[in-house]
């Protein structure tokens, strides 16, 4: 793991927020002085303080942990997104529509 470049995603997160170091510090629970040396990259941090880095910033953890996410998880985030706002229903027809496309597009393979 990269904690330098860990440490420049978030503060780079942190200052697009408009957040000072004090502030994102109190929000995720650790001291000013922890939150500096984890965007210096001089300390380790564990996964519940990265967890609640990410929180406080409004981000997922893949946000910080990755420079481009994987094409599989973007398209299941779009996807989400697609569905999030949704009726039950429309979701059901949404699902079936897919089947069907999965199917047809199987048959010209």
Do not use: W
Not at 27 to 33: E, F, R
Not at 34 to 59: C, F, Q, R
Not at 69 to 76: K, V
């Amino acid at each position: 793991m990269d904690y330098y470049r860990l440490g420049e995603k978030i503060r780079r997160h942190r200052k697009a927020k408009g957040m000072s170091q004090e502030m994102l510090a109190e929000k995720a629970g650790i001291s000013v002085t922890h939150m500096s040396h984890i965007e210096t990259g001089n300390t380790k941090l564990s996964l519940s303080v990265l967890v609640e880095i990410a929180v406080a910033l409004g981000v997922h953890t893949d946000d910080l942990l990755f420079d481009e996410l994987p094409d599989g998880i973007l398209l299941e985030q779009e996807l989400t997104a697609v569905l999030s706002g949704c009726t039950l229903k429309q979701v059901r027809i949404i699902t079936d529509v897919a089947k069907a496309v999965k199917i047809s597009m199987d048959k010209y393979d």
